[in-house]
């Protein structure tokens, strides 16, 4: 492996910076971020980057001030000569809004894509994307990693007889149809009709869960209201329990206290936001050894297709 490279996280992300750099056997790099009185942010690189690659860990996630130290690292490394910036990025903002679906608005995912480009980045990694069409507004390479194994290898230490995977919507039947292929299973998918985002008025289960262990498997979590809904059909068709795996718990607004009161046996999800949940209900598997190996495939070219979310 390159020894020419250096791995720095943002204010937010240093734990998940730490994970990496352990799991590559490395030292985080220096990054100095602060706030100051008014709101503004200050980034400096405390170590030479001059002629490195520079791996960027950083949380994107909800207040914008995030987003905005992202850019200022990546452009503060571009300043200070580093060869290649690449960022790992495991969130990225605006992910449901990657279309024009209606008159006047704007395409919020193809703006945030410009904008690190536009700050300097090399190349960009994600996980579980909301929407893969979000690849195509990067001119730069995009690397969109899964946490698919991670999570088929924890269902499967639980040892559930009669387990049934169940897809939130048809949206994500390919991902749930990826993990079947690994698990010995049946799958089911939840019919929804929304009257607007984080609201569904009716719902319903395509598939058989009754006197099943039923495992909901999706990219998000914000509001949970959905989520719960579904866990509490489920459970009333007949299940003998339900449990969820999500990549990303935004858990925004009361989500938390919806989920300690729903027959949600568990709720799994990695840390690619900040700040991560506090609940006896909610575990986190961390996104780091995920990470760690995509750097190290890159170091030493190679491919990372294995690592694909529509791989697993």
Do not use: W
């Amino acid at each position: 492996m390159q020894q020419d490279f250096k791995l720095f996280a943002t204010s937010h992300a240093r734990q998940l910076g730490q994970t990496v750099a352990s799991e590559l056997g490395i030292e985080l790099g220096k990054l100095h971020s602060e706030t100051f009185s008014d709101g503004e942010v200050f980034v400096r690189y405390e170590e030479s980057v001059r002629g490195m690659v520079v791996f960027l860990v950083a949380f994107a996630s909800m207040p914008y001030s995030n987003l905005f130290e992202l850019f200022m690292a990546i452009d503060a490394a571009r300043r200070a000569s580093a060869r290649e910036v690449i960022c790992l990025v495991p969130y990225l903002p605006h992910s449901r809004q990657e279309r024009k679906d209606g008159q006047r608005v704007s395409i919020a995912s193809r703006l945030v894509a410009d904008l690190i480009q536009q700050a300097g980045a090399n190349r960009m990694i994600s996980i579980d994307m909301h929407a893969n069409a979000i690849e195509g507004f990067y001119n730069i390479p995009f690397d969109h990693l899964g946490m698919g194994r991670e999570f088929s290898a924890h269902i499967s230490e639980q040892q559930l007889d009669n387990l049934c995977l169940c897809s939130p919507d048809f949206g994500g039947l390919k991902r749930i149809k990826n993990y079947k292929e690994r698990m010995d299973c049946e799958i089911a998918v939840i019919h929804k009709e929304r009257l607007r985002p984080n609201q569904v008025s009716h719902m319903e289960i395509i598939g058989m869960v009754e006197g099943r262990h039923v495992v909901i498997i999706d990219d998000m979590v914000d509001t949970a209201g959905t989520l719960c809904k579904a866990s509490e059909l489920i459970m009333e068709t007949g299940a003998k329990s339900v449990r969820a795996y999500c990549t990303h718990g935004l858990l925004t607004g009361n989500a938390l206290e919806r989920i300690e009161k729903s027959p949600l046996e568990a709720l799994i999800v990695s840390d690619t936001v900040y700040p991560l949940p506090e609940s006896p209900k909610v575990k986190v598997i961390t996104c780091g050894r995920l990470l760690a190996k995509a750097v190290r495939s890159l170091l030493s070219n190679q491919s990372l297709t294995a690592m694909n979310p529509e791989k697993l």
